[in-house]
């Protein structure tokens, strides 16, 4: 019956005539749907008068079936009761009515779980109302709840405009937006509030969702335009360049590996692929694959350090570790020589020799270099430790006397072999008369 | 718990024809459970799929599925599991992500799972005494528990009561304590291997075999309860005394007639075996920790903490950083120990914290640059701006403190957030002891002990100032009041929001000891320095 979908009202907008006449009118339906109309119907009819009249309402639809309603009307000989078409509001608007929650106990009650309808709350000011009760409320799943009914239900600029002043809910949205990947809803709405620098690194994560490093590399690259901070576009666009050039060096490394003509790719086979790496993997890469290289070849570790500006510390710790590790030990020390305008050699590191020993002997360096960079620790008490730890006998023994410490120099001759050059030393050291001991 | 179904990739295979999913309520999740129904429904197979949500429902995950069209294919449930107890005295909430959702993303879809947690140990409990809290989370909670409490006001009264007072602290109050390298044995064996909902896995490398074994910590283990608090350095004296004891205990069946024998193997030599195999999985534990934390220069590394702590040769903690991070040491540790430096500084000095973040993204990749943009966000790593003299943890307090609704807030309080930074408040405090001679840690005399007593953990500080009556009284919130004179005034519940620490956990049990009172931790779930620096990682979709 079609009837039950529709309530009826005046032009106006008010519930036409009174409950008994409804009644009357509708008296084909079951009575036992009647009660239960019937006191909501008193309940919405009430709550209703409240509104500004409403002429929304008014469907075409139902204009139609008021015509029916006529013409059938015009067959029994009841008169013209209902003459002119009459305006209903549609059942499932009404229905709400039945369960009238104010916005607070709407969000109450979805706070408890139940299901509550929102479609009721339409005009702007009832949303706003709702929305400001559930971030009273204190939770996070009713705002939210809330919020995806704004959305559904507001023009963006709208929506946007009301977060602006309420960062709670606004927190909430730019979360939900971010979890089910709205980027584009996301974007607009951080552009709406001016956050440029979160539109810029909201669109640059995701080049983590590329998995294609052409692709990837294309992406960065528009990157560089985003509005971020000074300080963050020449990180973005070392990011591509780096990107850039390890697909580079890539296809060439995986051309010479696969060629087998390069010795050092046959000697030690590469483990994995250099794309994607951070950019110090790559300079490691590139000191134990390409150290020798020209400036002029992307390969090459003097062009990466140019490129990047790496600073010396940095380059240093790593290609030490890189020389190290294929037990190349003039590269190491021309790492660390220096030479002045006389023409004099000198050990210098920007970084402590005591780090210097630790990467050596981590890779199993030999005591006679391990000694020369010992020997170049300046703090001696960690001096000391270090030459013991990793038995440079011949620095302990120097350090002691350098301190004038008979008393260690001499504790320190059971350490060493009996009868070894270590021995003499010790012994010839001990007996020199010149040597003003302090004990 | 909780890690379920959805949390995998591959389907789920169960050949009844019946799908069942318990999953935490998260979008991700929805889209992959729709996928699976969606997929059946194009090649035609019919199933019935349920899924249970833990601990409740998200209106946002209903409309996922409707979005998806797979609204009516599934039914919904909730079970409602709050509380997983980890021990005698830890109920953990399993909630990791409350973290980063809260305090990262401003997200309050928690905090009723907090006022529930809390409705359900009062009405198991309750009622309770006073309520304090610390920070907005907690005042927050605390308002929705009430509200809770109001609807069913009908049980619970006039019972003996069993918990006195309750203690809420969000943990952006505190995020020093927890970004320090923790050195009582549980919290080393958390940093060390993860302790997972309070079980640990051995690696081959502990149980000197080929396989690893999953161990449960708790005050069940005879071994581990005696150890679990202290500081690391007496842990290994302590084992091989027990080793001897043990050895003594075995020794005595020698003397033993068959009478005795008999009596030994049928009651006690089943209690010495677990004791041994225990000791020997402890003894291995301490042997990898310290082989691991050899290698990675552990001692300077907490030498470069405590001058963090202290304020004391800034340069050169920074220079340490740096060249833990050039060597491409762990990546999270690096991070960690820049956001302790930026916490104690009120923020890093421009330059330093440009050249660090360009020296962190060479050596641990550019993509990096959105997590430093959420520890910024969180305040866990800021940049001193020109004339800024603001901490984190500075406006924390004041914002408590201006925060008029949270309740009379005494002079004390006021005048150390008024010109205070962690350094003010450490020394209003007292956080950092004055040591005459070696402090001994076998002895402990305050809280430091849990760090090697250069710090006194200030989330404890301030429960114990607050909890025990040493000024303060009547910050943050104050509920009804009891009788103070009921036992129930010595269980003290504290109720960490965001994670608590094994180190803090430590401190409490000895300040309860000292005090003669005992506390119960409820807390969104066990943390530590690297789980909270992990959870600000940015992770592909």
Redesign the interface.
């Known amino acids: 019956d079609d009837d039950d979908d529709l309530e009826r009202v005046s032009w106006s907008g008010e519930p036409v005539g009174s409950i008994s006449w409804s009644i009357k009118e509708t008296a084909s339906s079951s009575t036992s749907s009647l009660e239960g109309r019937d006191s909501s119907l008193q309940k919405g009819s009430s709550s209703y008068a409240a509104f500004p009249k409403q002429v929304s309402s008014y469907s075409l639809s139902s204009l139609f079936k008021g015509e029916l309603y006529l013409s059938l009307s015009a067959l029994s000989d009841t008169g013209v009761k209902n003459y002119t078409p009459e305006l209903r509001r549609p059942k499932a608007e009404y229905k709400d009515y039945s369960s009238d929650w104010s916005p607070k106990d709407t969000v109450r009650r979805m706070q408890r779980g139940k299901v509550c309808s929102l479609e009721r709350f339409r005009s702007l000011q009832d949303k706003l109302v709702l929305l400001d009760e559930a971030v009273a409320g204190h939770d996070g799943n009713v705002i939210t709840a809330v919020l995806i009914f704004l959305k559904r239900t507001l023009r963006r600029e709208i929506l946007f405009r009301e977060l602006e002043v309420r960062q709670v809910a606004l927190c909430h949205l730019i979360h939900f937006l971010k979890e089910s990947g709205e980027q584009k809803f996301l974007l607009d709405l951080l552009r709406f509030l001016d956050r440029t620098e979160e539109v810029a690194l909201s669109q640059y994560r995701e080049h983590l969702n590329i998995q294609d490093v052409e692709k990837r590399r294309e992406f960065l690259k528009g990157c560089i335009g985003l509005p971020f901070s000074a300080e963050d576009t020449s990180h973005i666009q070392d990011h591509y360049t780096l990107l850039e050039r390890q697909i580079i060096i890539e296809a060439n490394d995986r051309h010479l590996e696969t060629a087998g003509q390069s010795e050092i790719f046959r000697k030690y086979p590469r483990k994995a692929s250099i794309l994607n790496m951070p950019l110090v993997t790559t300079l490691f890469y590139s000191c134990f694959y390409h150290y020798t290289e020209a400036e002029g070849t992307f390969s090459s570790p003097t062009n990466l350090k140019k490129t990047f500006k790496i600073p010396d510390k940095q380059y240093v710790l790593t290609a030490l570790a890189a020389r190290a590790k294929l037990r190349a030990w003039d590269d190491v020390d021309a790492l660390f020589t220096t030479k002045n305008w006389l023409g004099y050699t000198k050990k210098k590191a920007p970084i402590g020799f005591h780090r210097v020993v630790e990467i050596l002997q981590r890779n199993n360096a030999p005591v006679q270099v391990l000694q020369e960079y010992v020997r170049l620790v300046e703090d001696v008490e960690t001096r000391l430790n270090l030459a013991t730890k990793y038995k440079c006998h011949d620095v302990v023994i120097e350090t002691y006397r350098d301190l004038k410490d008979r008393i260690q120099l001499t504790a320190y001759k059971c350490k060493v072999e009996r009868g070894s050059a270590e021995e003499d030393k010790i012994n010839s050291i001990l007996n020199n008369m010149q040597i003003r001991w302090k004990n | 718990m909780g890690r379920a179904q959805g949390a995998s990739h591959s389907p789920p295979s169960l050949c009844d024809g019946r799908f069942c999913f318990l999953v935490r309520p ?3 999740t929805m889209r992959y459970i729709a996928d699976i129904v969606n997929a059946d429904k194009m090649s035609g197979r019919s199933r019935k799929y349920k899924i249970i949500f833990s601990p ?5 995950c209903e ?2 599925l409707e979005e998806e069209g797979v609204f009516g294919d599934v039914t919904c449930d ?1 079970w409602s599991f709050y509380l997983l107890p980890l021990d005698e005295d830890i109920i953990s909430m399993e909630l990791p992500e409350f973290f980063r ?1 809260y305090f990262l ?8 799972s907090v006022a529930r947690a809390l409705q359900l140990l009062n009405s198991l409990y309750g009622p309770f005494g006073k309520a304090y809290g610390i920070g907005r989370c907690a005042k ?2 605390y ?2 528990w009430r509200d809770l409490e109001e609807e069913s006001e009908a049980d619970g009264q006039g019972r003996k009561p069993e918990i006195g007072n309750v203690f809420l602290m969000d943990r952006d109050t505190d995020y020093v304590t927890a970004l320090c390298s923790q050195v009582v044995y549980e919290g080393l064996v958390d940093d060390t291997f993860r302790i997972k909902c309070g079980s640990v896995d051995f690696g081959p490398d502990v149980t000197s075999s080929d396989k690893s074994i999953k161990v449960l910590l708790n005050a069940q283990d005879k071994v581990f309860s005696q150890i679990r608090n202290e500081h690391f350095s007496s842990v290994f004296g302590f084992l091989s005394q027990k080793s001897r004891n043990l050895q003594a205990q075995y020794d005595r069946r020698r003397g033993m007639d068959i009478k005795q024998m008999k009596n030994f193997v049928s009651q006690e030599l089943k209690g010495l075996k677990q004791e041994h195999r225990l000791l020997s999985l402890h003894i291995g534990a301490c042997e990898s920790i310290m082989k691991k934390k050899t290698k990675q220069d552990f001692q300077e590394m907490i030498k470069a903490e405590h001058s963090l702590l202290e304020g004391f040769d800034i340069r050169e903690s920074t220079s340490f950083i ?2 833990h991070i ?3 040491v762990s990546p999270i540790e690096s991070l960690r120990l820049m956001c302790l430096l930026s916490i104690t500084e009120n923020g890093l000095i421009p330059k330093d914290y ?1 050249s660090l ?3 962190y ?7 990096h ?2 997590t430093f ?1 959420n520890l910024k966000r969180i305040g866990l790593l800021t940049e001193q701006s020109a004339g800024e003299t603001l901490t984190a943890v500075e406006s924390k307090v004041s914002k408590l403190v201006t925060d008029r609704a949270a309740g009379k807030i005494t002079d004390a309080f006021n005048s150390l957030a008024r010109k205070s930074n962690f350094r003010a408040i450490s020394k209003k405090l007292g956080l950092i002891p004055r040591v005459d001679g070696e402090y001994d840690l076998k002895m402990p005399r305050d809280m430091a002990y849990v760090f090697s007593g250069a710090y006194v953990p200030l989330s404890c500080k301030i429960i114990e100032q607050v909890t025990l009556g040493r000024g303060w009284v009547g910050l943050g919130l104050v509920g009804p009041t009891d009788n103070p004179a009921w036992d129930s005034q010595r269980v003290i519940l504290a109720v960490f929001l965001g994670g608590c620490t094994f180190s803090e956990i430590a401190a409490l049990r000895f300040l309860g000891k000292e005090r003669g009172c005992k506390f119960i931790f409820l807390t969104t779930a066990i943390t530590n320095s690297a789980r909270m620096m992990e959870a600000m990682i ?4």
Not at chain 2, 105 to 112: L, M, Q, S, Y
Not at chain 2, 538 to 541: I, M, P
């Open positions: 998260r979008i991700k409740q429902k998200f209106y946002a409309m996922v909730e959702d993303e401003g997200d309050h879809r928690w905090i009723n927050m909670s308002e929705l740096e060249e050039d060597r491409q440009r973040k360009t020296q993204l060479q050596s641990y990749g550019p993509e640059l959105l943009h940015e992770a592909k979709a």
